[in-house]
Structure formats: C-alpha cells, structure tokens
C-alpha cells in the first residue's frame, strides 16, 4: 500500500575528493519514495546506489542538491539531529550484518531501544517480538559468533525493525548469504513490509533480491537511468 | 547514564581483554601504594628509631660543639645549667660528655668516640643500665654497636685501651671493658662510638659535672629559658639530614612511581588505540543507530575509565589485605639495605595512609582518563561512511 511521500531527492550531486582529483558518485539524480515502498536501488558496483542510501539515511551530505526525509532535509541537520533522526525513524541493514560482537542476540536487538530511552519492560517487549519476526528467539542468548550467516542477517533486520522505524535501509542484504538465507530473508521483510507498511529500501545488484521488489530504481554511472513499478 | 551502562557492558562482554587490563592497572595501583607505603614506613620509622635512641624530645648543644667538626669537641664541653640540671634531677633529660679517644684494636690504631651518659637514664633506648656493671674495678664498662664491634672485631668481654687527651692536654689512657655489643637501628650512636658512665669520663677527662649535649625526654614540652652557652636544637633541626636523605631516596621512589603508572597507562592506552583501530565499525553502527559522535567518543572513553575504576576495586580488594598484612608483620630487610645511607630495621614496617590511598587513586584515575580519551577523540573526525566500511578518516 503506497501512502504519502517521505523521501524526496532533488538534483542532487555527490563528489568524493581523491587526492587532487575527485570523483562523482551522484550526479544530478532526483527522486521520490513514497511511505510502504518495497524499493530497490539497482545497478552495478560504483553506480552510486550505497553513496545515495548514505545520504537519505543523514551518514553523509550531499555536495549539490536536496535530500528531504521524512521532511527534514538532511544537509542541514546538525550531527545530532542526523543521529535523532536515525534513531528514531531508520532502520539500516548492512552487508556485513554489523552486530556488535560482544553482545548477545537480545542485546543487539535491545541497543537501538536503549538510545530510544525505552523502559525496560518496553524493551523486552519489543525485543522478544522482533525476534519472533525474525525467529530467533531461542538462539537470544547467542553470541553473534555463535550464529551462521543467516541468522546474523535475522538479527540485523530485527535490530533495524524493533523501533518500528518509518523507513528501512538495506545495503547489500543478502550479499553474503546462500540462496537459501536469502530468500528467507526476503520474504521476511516483504512480511513487514506488508504487515508493518515499513518502507524499504535496498541498494542492490543481487538478482534475488531485485525478484522481490515492487520498484527498481536503476543507477548508472551515478544517474538514475530507469524508474520501474513492479508487480 | 546510558553511556556509563553501555560502557560497563562492553568492558564486563568483553572478557579476558578487559581483566587483563584491570588487572594491570590494579597490579600498579597496589604497587604504588605499597612502594609509597614502605618510604613512608621507612622515614617514620627510621625517625622513631633517631628520637628514641638518640635526640629525644630535642638537645642542648654546647655552643661550641658540632658533631661534624671533630676538632670542635675537644673545646665542646662545660658545666650543666642549673635549668637543666633540674631537669635531669626530674628524669626529664640526660646529659652526654663527648671525648675524641684513640683507640688500638687488633693492633691498629683507630679514632672513636668515648661518650659518657648515665647509666640509670630513661630517656634514650639503650642498655645503658649494663654500665653499672662493677665486677671489674681496674677497668671501665663500655657499651659498642654491633657495627662498630664488627670494624674493630670487639667482643662482649673484651678489653681495649683508649687514648684521649683530658681537659688540661695532657695524653691520658683508659682501659675498657666491653659488657654488651648491642644492635641498634641508629648508626650516630653506633659507629665508631663507645659508651662509658657520664661520670667514669668526667673523672678521668677531668671534667666534673660538666656536658656536651643534654638530650631531653620525647614527650617533656621544655621550653629553653636561654641557658647561656648552650643552644636548643629541635626535631626539625635534628632530623634535617635525615629528612633530606628521604626526600632523595623518595625522588628514587617516585621514578619507580612514574615507571609502574606508566607501564599500567601504556596497557590502556594501547587497548584504547587498538579498539580504535579494530572496532571502527562498530563505531560506525553505532552511528547508524542513532547515536552522535561525541556520545562515541564518550562511550570509548568511560570504557577506558571504567578499567581505572575496576582496576581501583580491585586494587582494594586484594591489596589492602595485602598491604595490611604487611603494615602488620612488616618486610624483611636484608642487610646491604641497612649500608645504603640509611639505617632501617631488620624488619620495615610500611605506613599507609588514607591520604596515600586517595593522592595514588586520583592520580591513577585523571591518567587513565587522559589516556582513555586521547586516542577517542581521533572518532570526532570519523565520518560514519568511512566507520562503515572500516576505514579511518
């Protein structure tokens, strides 16, 4: 169910400086997403897909242009209101599952709430049923060390979805994972997305995950060279 | 608060890593303490063992003596004031004739100290009543320390001749009889020294009812009236030698100091630089997450923090059972410790105070913060797209 917009990019240019030369990322790419998308952004390594994600969820700031999320425009918030709006309404998933090691399973789910100040019942509540989502409650007292790929990626997606966040974003998800996790790990998310008309966004070359998607925003060269609706 | 919570989580998750730091740090603390402990209970003890052995509650000094002048002593003596005199009626003080003496043991000769002192005072801690000894009336009982009878190889029992030159200058000789060899802590009144009767010497020396130094009792609060020709010489005066010898053996201390706080310090520091190093993506996550990067910096910091707090608890709770254990049956000293400038007991007692505990806490705390934090704020220029990807900016 696609409802109103909360991402909205407009002309917007990101150049990384290296050395004495710099290098476009972005250039010139405009584009809207609307709340309960199930969206990919597609196209080869370099294509600028990661550097866009980056900036819709305020880790960067664009060289030119505009980026409005959930109507803040992130290049002018200040690291603090950037990391508000990252705790309060994102969720990230990354290729590298990024659990922090020395927690365990419950732990990690638990982080994001604990920046949220969420009492503890509240906590547990959630967490255990983030977990449920996931379907990993049993393996909660695991160390990250302890888990396979797959349920390293479950536990990222319940990190990214135990505040209930506006907006997902996933890079690479299924980049390290089998066929197998993959799928699993799709339909997952496809589930909340449905349930939860959490919005998704994927930067993504993998063609698993390009089946699942409802819209494929292809990039080329840092420019976005197709918009398609699925489905 | 949530910072601390989170820190404290991540130093007890992480494992052997963080106790092995804690346990450093703690190691050091306690060392410290104890290296600091046992200079303090060294100069205290060392200065009870001076007061009671030697100076008392302060001397009066003939003005002519000066125990670093051995020419002066042949000139450093006269009558006792009568303020005084009444003092040593009372027990309140003892008087000590000094006479520069000749002596031949083994055959050589040798120069000493003869020292009268009476034998029935109480006011130093020597075995002076031995002196009363009279078994023997062609001879003179004499006192010696251990170390004086070790460098001339006198016994208890044994006789020597000592030469000296009475009040009129004319060489006179006296035959003593060593009735104890005794172990004293003090070396002024150990080496090269020979303890007489105050009035054996002033008989033979021609020298009634005079003195060289009158030694007052530790706790008598006696307050010189400006007994003419003699001079008050006080605690502070007194134990300056000593004072400064500790003060430089307490520089000696505090390299040992700065050596163990700094080998504590390079752990943490190293730990932090290496979390640096090894968990940027974390540090990365948890800006994805939400938080800033002034909250990292801070989370990196309390982490290193905590260790000196854990480290402090620890310290406390092994090692002031440990320390006290030691404050209460003391170290052995070995015997070369008592020839390095400094006479110190068979047994050192080490003094610790509440004072000690909380100068070294806070010192090991600010320093461990500062090590802590100065590898952190590397973080306020890591961007969270570099982190990420493992990179440092």
């Known amino acids: 169910m696609k409802g109103s917009e909360i991402i909205k990019v407009h002309g917007l240019i990101k150049d990384y400086s290296m050395g004495k030369q710099s290098f476009r990322a972005l250039n010139d790419v405009n584009m809207s997403v609307c709340s309960g998308e199930f969206t990919g952004l597609v196209g080869p390594s370099g294509s600028g897909k990661t550097t866009l994600l980056n900036i819709i969820g305020a880790l960067d700031n664009p060289t030119e242009g505009d980026a409005v999320v959930l109507g803040k425009d992130v290049n002018s918030l200040s690291q603090a209101e950037g990391a508000l709006l990252r705790n309060e309404s994102l969720g990230f998933i990354f290729q590298t599952y990024n659990l922090l090691p020395v927690y365990t399973v419950y732990e990690n789910v638990e982080f994001p709430l604990l920046l949220l100040k969420k009492s503890k019942q509240e906590r547990n509540e959630a967490v255990m049923k983030a977990l449920e989502w996931v379907g990993l409650t049993a393996k909660a007292k695991s160390k990250p060390n302890q888990l396979s790929g797959g349920e390293s990626q479950r536990v990222a997606v319940a990190r990214a979805m135990v505040k209930l966040p506006k907006i997902v974003l996933a890079d690479e998800p299924t980049a390290n994972l089998d066929a197998a996790n993959s799928h699993n790990i799709l339909k997952m998310m496809l589930k909340l997305n449905e349930e939860l008309n959490t919005t998704f966004i994927f930067a993504t070359h993998d063609e698993k995950v390009i089946a699942y998607l409802k819209r494929k925003v292809v990039l080329s060269d840092g420019k976005i060279i197709d918009d398609i609706t699925l489905n | ?393």
């Open chain 2, 1 to 393: 608060m949530l910072i601390i919570k989170l820190a404290f989580r991540n130093i007890t998750h992480a494992g052997l890593r963080s106790w092995l730091n804690v346990f450093v740090l703690s190691f050091a603390f306690v060392m410290i303490v104890m290296t600091e402990g046992l200079y303090d209970g060294m100069l205290q003890q060392v200065k009870d063992a001076v007061v009671d052995s030697e100076i008392g509650g302060g001397q009066f000094w003939q003005k002519d003596y000066d125990p670093f002048d051995p020419f002066s002593i042949e000139n450093s003596h006269s009558k006792i004031p009568e303020n005084l005199l009444l003092e040593i009626k009372k027990g309140n003080a003892s008087a000590v004739l000094i006479v520069t003496a000749a002596i031949f043991p083994r055959g050589h000769v040798q120069s000493a100290v003869l020292k009268g002192i009476d034998p029935s005072q109480k006011i130093v801690k020597m075995p002076t009543y031995l002196l009363n000894d009279g078994s023997d009336t062609a001879s003179i009982p004499g006192i010696i320390g251990s170390r004086m009878a070790k460098s001339t190889g006198l016994h208890s029992g044994d006789y020597l001749s000592a030469r000296f030159k009475n009040i009129n200058g004319t060489f006179d000789a006296v035959d003593i009889r060593i009735v104890e060899v005794m172990n004293t802590d003090v070396q002024s009144i150990d080496r090269d020294q020979i303890w007489i009767p105050l009035k054996s010497l002033q008989k033979i020396y021609r020298a009634p009812g005079e003195a060289t130094v009158i030694t007052l009792k530790k706790d008598v609060r006696y307050y010189p009236s400006g007994e003419p020709g003699w001079t008050f010489k006080n605690h502070d005066y007194l134990l300056k030698d000593l004072n400064d010898t500790v003060r430089q053996k307490k520089v000696t201390a505090s390299f040992m100091f700065i050596l163990l706080l700094g080998m504590a310090l390079l752990a943490v520091f190293d730990t932090q630089v290496l979390a640096i190093f090894r968990r940027r993506k974390e540090m990365g996550t948890l800006m994805a997450l939400g938080m800033t990067r002034k909250k990292v910096v801070l989370l990196f910091t309390f982490e290193g923090c905590l260790l000196g707090i854990l480290a402090l608890i620890a310290g406390a709770i092994y090692g002031i059972p440990l320390l006290a254990y030691f404050a209460g049956t003391g170290l052995n000293v070995p015997q070369v410790a008592t020839q390095a400038g400094i006479s110190i007991g068979a047994v050192l007692y080490p003094k610790y105070s509440i004072q000690l505990y909380i100068i070294t806490s806070l010192i090991l705390f600010i320093s461990v913060v500062v090590v802590s934090f100065l590898p952190a704020r590397r973080i306020t220029r890591l961007k969270p797209t570099d982190a990420l990807r493992g990179k440092m900016a």
